[in-house]
């Protein structure tokens, strides 16, 4: 990844295009007064309530609530991340997006590697034309050509230097980037893929970053070969099949989560096109999150045995980080000895749907695994489950979802939420409002107009604020953001959070002029953080030592005044 985008481009950009131009490329619009309306394109209406405001830039749905500027229209629209979303408005204009130097050492994305894969996948499927052995294994496997078309699919000949003979122009030393050359300990330079059906991965643009190769025969060593990681290609958080299934349908209700990429190409076959799979790795948090921006719910089909359970298991811990009310995960898991592949062949498209919609809710799963073994009726067995539950509700984002697990906890257990808020140490609780808000909400200003702010900041102050971050409401959540995205823009967390009530405020106080230099805000925000975290601890020793005077007999109280004795 390349440096940060200059948030001065960014304002310049938005400041350059016109709303109106760029939403009416995507949806019919007609003037209404000042303003333009339309059918919303993020609900189903009859009536519109979809308004763009070209003097405000700005548009608004009165229906869903979905509102933002351009850049954060294009993102919901086309379904893009910030950086792809950002280069779609710059081309809108014919400029390009220029980058800030990176203290962050990260591999750089040459974008020869993209042209290096995209000739690599172009002989694949050349490849498989030749191939009489390969095209009766897809016939075999139920795959159509125009299936194999759509989704790129080619083949890898026998021998060590097919593709480099191919791509004699390419350097050694790029292909090795891209992952289709390996050398080994003497120094021989070799291609990686021989011999296996070619499933080449796209990101979301459509670019190919990597391939799966998957032998003919069970003989021929590993089933799956996966590219390697790339400067382009990072396994733990890209999905086979997602560009494929965005292409499909304008509209992803659900995504379902299959484990290999034949499963993935055979569902689609079948007319269920709403299909990805992870590559070799475990579904993770950042799979969940990119899932999420296309489909609210998410179904993982996992094989039934022990090894699946486990593997159920991994990926809910994954997805509990990006839950909310809005948001489902689903398991499901398939009868012995059967994957996606020979279901669908054997039910049909509508038995494996109903198969599908059959799915235990991922939240459910957790209480009934946790819950097994133990007996409710006892207060033993009660006080168990709240202690295996708690921290796995802790990983759900404070809202309206975690508010229903703590309530379906306290059903189950008889303990409430806020007993479970009083067993926490009182540094965990939430600290007065009337003694942070003024100067967390300064901050908030400051940190919405430069983000690059946090990170200059002393590390102590930064440390010690992020583990106390759920007692500072939204600067909390703004600071945890920011520490874990490191190059994130004004724009990226206006985005970021632009269905929340107060989005309005937050874009208010982004665009509120300052009467200060960029020198007096880091110094003003450096020393408000300290004064911060300073009045937090000062706020945490008040509470404790009131709640040590309640109870005079504590042998903590009797140790604090028996310093305070000696220290008089």
């Given at each position: 990844?390349?440096?940060?985008?200059?948030?001065?481009?960014?304002?310049?950009?938005?400041?350059?295009?016109?709303?109106?131009?760029?939403?009416?490329?995507?949806?019919?619009?007609?003037?209404?007064?000042?303003?333009?309306?339309?059918?919303?394109?993020?609900?189903?209406?009859?009536?519109?309530?979809?308004?763009?405001?070209?003097?405000?830039?700005?548009?608004?749905?009165?229906?869903?609530?979905?509102?933002?500027?351009?850049?954060?229209?294009?993102?919901?629209?086309?379904?893009?991340?910030?950086?792809?979303?950002?280069?779609?408005?710059?081309?809108?204009?014919?400029?390009?997006?220029?980058?800030?130097?990176?203290?962050?050492?990260?591999?750089?994305?040459?974008?020869?590697?993209?042209?290096?894969?995209?000739?690599?996948?172009?002989?694949?499927?050349?490849?498989?034309?030749?191939?009489?052995?390969?095209?009766?294994?897809?016939?075999?496997?139920?795959?159509?050509?125009?299936?194999?078309?759509?989704?790129?699919?080619?083949?890898?000949?026998?021998?060590?230097?097919?593709?480099?003979?191919?791509?004699?122009?390419?350097?050694?030393?790029?292909?090795?980037?891209?992952?289709?050359?390996?050398?080994?300990?003497?120094?021989?330079?070799?291609?990686?893929f021989r011999e296996r059906i070619m499933f080449p991965i796209?990101?979301?643009?459509?670019?190919?970053?990597?391939?799966?190769?998957?032998?003919?025969?069970?003989?021929?060593?590993?089933?799956?070969?996966?590219?390697?990681?790339?400067?382009?290609?990072?396994?733990?958080?890209?999905?086979?099949?997602?560009?494929?299934?965005?292409?499909?349908?304008?509209?992803?209700?659900?995504?379902?989560?299959?484990?290999?990429?034949?499963?993935?190409?055979?569902?689609?076959?079948?007319?269920?096109?709403?299909?990805?799979?992870?590559?070799?790795?475990?579904?993770?948090?950042?799979?969940?999150?990119?899932?999420?921006?296309?489909?609210?719910?998410?179904?993982?089909?996992?094989?039934?045995?022990?090894?699946?359970?486990?593997?159920?298991?991994?990926?809910?811990?994954?997805?509990?980080?990006?839950?909310?009310?809005?948001?489902?995960?689903?398991?499901?898991?398939?009868?012995?000895?059967?994957?996606?592949?020979?279901?669908?062949?054997?039910?049909?498209?509508?038995?494996?749907?109903?198969?599908?919609?059959?799915?235990?809710?991922?939240?459910?799963?957790?209480?009934?695994?946790?819950?097994?073994?133990?007996?409710?009726?006892?207060?033993?067995?009660?006080?168990?489950?709240?202690?295996?539950?708690?921290?796995?509700?802790?990983?759900?984002?404070?809202?309206?979802?975690r508010t229903l697990l703590l309530q379906k906890l306290q059903?189950?257990?008889?303990?409430?939420?806020?007993?479970?808020?009083?067993?926490?140490?009182?540094?965990?609780?939430?600290?007065?409002?009337?003694?942070?808000?003024?100067?967390?909400?300064?901050?908030?200003?400051?940190?919405?107009?430069?983000?690059?702010?946090?990170?200059?900041?002393?590390?102590?102050?930064?440390?010690?604020?992020?583990?106390?971050?759920?007692?500072?409401?939204?600067?909390?959540?703004?600071?945890?953001?920011?520490?874990?995205?490191?190059?994130?823009?004004?724009?990226?967390?206006?985005?970021?959070?632009?269905?929340?009530?107060?989005?309005?405020?937050?874009?208010?106080?982004?665009?509120?002029?300052?009467?200060?230099?960029?020198?007096?805000?880091a110094a003003e925000f450096r020393d408000g953080l300290d004064?911060?975290?300073?009045?937090?601890?000062?706020?945490?020793?008040?509470?404790?030592?009131?709640?040590?005077?309640?109870?005079?007999?504590?042998?903590?109280?009797?140790?604090?005044?028996?310093?305070?004795?000696?220290?008089?």
């Amino acid at each position: 990844m390349a440096g940060r985008i200059p948030q001065s481009f960014i304002n310049d950009l938005l400041a350059r295009v016109d709303i109106v131009d760029v939403v009416e490329q995507r949806m019919s619009l007609k003037k209404a007064g000042k303003n333009y309306s339309g059918l919303c394109p993020f609900h189903d209406e009859k009536t519109p309530s979809f308004t763009v405001s070209q003097d405000k830039q700005f548009y608004h749905c009165f229906g869903c609530q979905a509102h933002g500027t351009a850049l954060g229209f294009i993102m919901e629209f086309d379904r893009l991340e910030f950086v792809e979303a950002v280069e779609t408005l710059a081309a809108h204009v014919g400029v390009e997006v220029p980058r800030e130097q990176s203290s962050r050492t990260q591999p750089k994305a040459d974008p020869d590697l993209y042209a290096v894969l995209e000739a690599a996948e172009r002989y694949y499927r050349q490849s498989l034309r030749n191939a009489p052995e390969a095209i009766d294994y897809l016939k075999n496997r139920g795959l159509t050509g125009e299936v194999a078309r759509d989704f790129g699919i080619g083949y890898a000949p026998p021998g060590w230097q097919n593709l480099s003979d191919e791509l004699r122009d390419v350097k050694s030393s790029l292909l090795l980037d891209a992952g289709l050359h390996i050398k080994n300990d003497k120094g021989r330079v070799y291609d990686r893929f021989r011999e296996r059906i070619m499933f080449p991965i796209r990101d979301t643009r459509g670019r190919v970053i990597g391939f799966g190769g998957r032998t003919l025969s069970a003989d021929d060593g590993p089933k799956y070969l996966n590219s390697p990681e790339t400067p382009v290609f990072q396994k733990g958080s890209e999905l086979y099949g997602l560009y494929e299934a965005r292409r499909a349908l304008r509209r992803i209700e659900k995504l379902i989560v299959v484990e290999g990429y034949m499963d993935v190409v055979a569902l689609a076959q079948h007319g269920v096109a709403n299909v990805v799979a992870t590559l070799g790795t475990a579904t993770g948090e950042a799979h969940f999150h990119k899932m999420y921006r296309y489909a609210d719910e998410v179904v993982c089909c996992f094989d039934g045995d022990q090894a699946g359970r486990q593997a159920a298991w991994r990926a809910l811990e994954g997805a509990l980080p990006t839950l909310n009310e809005h948001r489902q995960i689903k398991l499901v898991f398939l009868p012995d000895g059967e994957d996606p592949d020979s279901l669908i062949r054997q039910q049909g498209r509508d038995g494996f749907l109903k198969f599908i919609d059959n799915a235990v809710p991922g939240l459910e799963f957790l209480f009934q695994r946790l819950s097994q073994g133990l007996d409710l009726d006892s207060v033993d067995g009660r006080a168990r489950l709240a202690g295996l539950v708690t921290p796995y509700i802790e990983k759900v984002p404070a809202g309206v979802l975690r508010t229903l697990l703590l309530q379906k906890l306290q059903d189950a257990t008889g303990l409430g939420a806020s007993t479970a808020v009083r067993s926490k140490p009182s540094s965990q609780r939430k600290a007065s409002p009337s003694a942070l808000s003024k100067l967390s909400e300064r901050l908030l200003t400051l940190l919405l107009k430069s983000p690059g702010l946090w990170h200059a900041a002393a590390t102590e102050t930064r440390e010690g604020l992020l583990q106390e971050s759920e007692q500072l409401g939204f600067l909390g959540a703004l600071i945890s953001y920011v520490e874990h995205h490191p190059e994130a823009d004004t724009e990226e967390l206006l985005v970021r959070w632009s269905d929340e009530e107060r989005y309005p405020e937050l874009l208010k106080r982004a665009q509120k002029t300052l009467e200060i230099g960029p020198d007096e805000m880091a110094a003003e925000f450096r020393d408000g953080l300290d004064r911060l975290y300073k009045n937090l601890l000062n706020h945490q020793r008040r509470r404790a030592l009131a709640e040590l005077k309640q109870n005079p007999d504590d042998a903590e109280f009797r140790k604090f005044m028996q310093t305070k004795e000696s220290e008089a």
